[in-house]
Structure formats: structure tokens, C-alpha cells
């Protein structure tokens, strides 16, 4: 706060720690806006058939200030956040916070299976992969009757599908099951043993069998995408985990230096703008195409490259030096 009294000395006037602080608590909502903003310019610069990755994270403050959730949506084909919103965690996870764009499809892990999202996915006219717990949601066969998920794991490690239906959804689905490999499986039903033991609740066998699977449910037609094909789709899910790793790693954001919830709210807000045009600034890096005297520095080293490769015993040192001398003229 000290700091930001003495740089703000002569630009704004004399400012107290204390009053900086009165600014930042103030600040939230401007911050807000110019993270928006930013965003904003993102918006609609994805391929019509571009994925959507959906996600949230948490942030914990030190002691026992309230935690803070960033929802997220990932453009895994630029490899940037496209929409950023923060929220404290009394806000549950939903779609609606990142809405996606039409003609995308959004894929989400199992705390977005829920009708309320799907349906707003296809309210967006955009298709959707989310993966399912067994008993995430009640799914109907044709006959309105609820469909057996248990009864029809397969003993394969091929991927396997059923239509299915969902109450307040107006197409059929596909549920799509595949057995995971060895030491999935046993990674999978160890955590689900710890969770049990943690919560001192007795597990449903039905747990430990499913969690030798994964089970997506999706919207895409079966025409264009085939069942091993949906299950690849979903694997691409872990980029959005690695966006947030930079965001917690590289930026700190998760270094909460407050307990303060409009203090901490202004911090989190600045560290995701910073994210946002670190994001910016590297993607103009990547696409600045190089100079003429760039592409001629390539070039010179290439050709002395090939004359090595051609005459091992070649002086690369003098060869450089008279192409240089070649370049520049005979000196007077």
C-alpha cells in the first residue's frame, strides 16, 4: 500500500495507505468491466465446428475468508480463455456463466450434468459431451422407462453407445461407455474409497463398478461422430485444467494477499486481466512474421550448414567472413 501512496504522489495527489485501500475495495466492479471488455473482442473468433471447453476452479483465500470460484470457457484451438467470470463459491458451477456460441461443442466434466445445462447448451444451438456419474441423471429408454446404466457396462475395452432419453429435453442422446485401462480403473476406485472413508458413508457397490468406466453423454449425431471419436473429443478436456494451472502458477493468482472479500476480489479481477493480455501479447509474438534481415540471417546459416555438411574441413568462420566482405564491398 506504501508503494502505491508514493507512485500515485504527483499523478493524483497525496494519497494515504489507508485511502488506497478505500480505492482498491472500490475498484471491483470497474475491473469487472474492463475484464469483459477485453473478452468481448474474443468473442465469435472461433471456427463454427471449434470446441468449448467448460470449467471451473477455486481459490482459497489465507484463514477463513470467503473462497472464489473462476468460471471458465477454453478455445483449446487458440489455447486461450474466451470467457472469464468470477464469483464466490455460494455460486454453484453452470454453463449459463459462460454461455457457449452456436455451432460450438462444449464439453464438460460431471459437474455440469445436469438438465439445466444441457438444455441450455442446446438453447445456444450448440452440441455438448459431458461425462456422467451412474446416477448423475435419470436416464429414460424409448418407452419413458429409466434405463439400467449398471446392467449395461461392457466387458470390452471398445466403445459402446445406447440411445437414451432425458425429461425436459426434446431429442434423444447418446450414452456412450468405455472401459478404462488398468491403472485408471484402480486410480479411479481408490478415490472413490477415500471419498467414502472421508465422508464415513458406506459405499454403493455400483460406485466402485462404475468407476471402472467412462461414461459420456452427448448430443452429437452419430453420423459425424462415432463412439471412439466422442471419447477422443472429451480426452482434449485436460487443456482447460493446464489453462488454469498457468493462471495459479505463473500469475499467482491463487496468492490471495487478503482475507478482505472486496480487496481479494480486486486482486483476483487484476490477475485475470493480466492473464488475459499476457494472452494477447503472445499470440501477436507467435504470429509477428520475421523480418527480411531475419529470413537473411536463416538463410546465410543454411548455406554455411550445407557447405559443412559438404566439406567438413571448410573454416565456417572465414567462409562467414568473406560473405560478409562480398556483401559490404571491398574496403578503400
Known amino acids: 500500500m506504501r508503494a502505491t501512496a508514493a507512485a500515485a504522489e504527483g499523478l493524483v495527489g497525496s494519497l494515504s495507505d489507508k485511502a488506497v485501500e478505500g480505492r482498491l475495495r472500490k475498484a471491483g466492479a470497474w475491473l469487472e468491466h474492463l475484464l469483459e471488455r477485453l473478452l468481448s473482442a474474443r468473442m465469435g473468433q472461433s471456427l463454427s465446428d471449434a470446441l468449448g471447453l467448460i470449467d471451473s476452479s477455486v481459490i482459497k483465500p489465507p ?38 456460441e452456436a455451432g460450438q461443442t462444449v464439453i ?51 466403445a459402446t453407445e445406447y440411445q437414451v432419453w432425458l425429461k425436459g429435453v426434446d431429442r434423444p442422446l447418446r450414452l456412450i461407455l468405455q472401459r478404462l485401462p488398468g491403472d485408471q480403473m484402480t486410480r479411479t476406485a481408490k478415490r472413490a ?12 457397490p455400483r460406485t466402485l463398478q462404475s468407476a471402472n468406466y467412462l461414461m459420456l453423454l452427448s448430443s452429437l449425431p452419430a453420423d459425424q461422430q462415432g463412439a471412439e471419436q466422442v471419447t477422443e473429443l472429451y480426452r482434449t478436456r ?3 485444467e493446464l489453462g488454469f494451472k498457468r493462471l495459479k502458477t505463473l500469475s499467482g493468482i491463487d496468492a490471495l494477499p487478503s482475507a478482505d472479500p472486496r480487496l481479494a476480489r480486486t486482486w483476483l479481477l487484476a490477475h485475470l486481466i493480466v492473464a488475459v493480455l499476457t494472452e494477447d501479447l503472445t499470440e501477436e509474438i507467435l504470429d509477428f512474421p520475421p523480418s527480411r534481415a531475419d529470413a537473411s540471417v536463416l538463410l546465410t546459416l543454411e548455406s554455411l550448414a550445407i557447405s559443412a555438411q559438404d566439406d567438413p574441413q571448410r573454416d565456417l568462420s572465414t567462409t562467414a567472413s568473406t560473405d560478409k566482405t562480398t556483401e559490404n564491398g571491398p574496403h578503400a
Open 193 to 204: 474409497l477415500r471419498k467414502s472413508a472421508k465422508n464415513r458413508s458406506k459405499i454403493d
Open 108 to 158: 464438460t466434466d460431471r459437474g455440469y450434468a445436469r438438465v439445466r445445462d444441457i438444455a441450455t447448451v442446446l438453447a445456444k444451438g450448440a452440441e455438448f459431451i459431458t461425462r456422467i456419474g451412474w446416477r448423475s441423471l435419470r436416464l429414460l429408454d424409448a418407452d419413458g422407462n429409466v434405463f439400467d446404466l449398471i446392467s449395461v457396462l461392457p466387458d470390452t475395452d471398445e
Open 238 to 240: 485436460w487443456q482447460v
Open 63 to 100: 484463514g477463513k475468508g470467503p473462497q472464489w470460484r473462476v468460471h471458465a470457457r477454453y478455445d483449446p484451438g487458440r489455447g486461450r480463455f474466451v470467457d472469464l467470470k468470477l464469483t464466490p463459491t455460494t455460486v454453484s458451477e453452470k454453463v449459463a456463466h459462460t454461455a457457449p
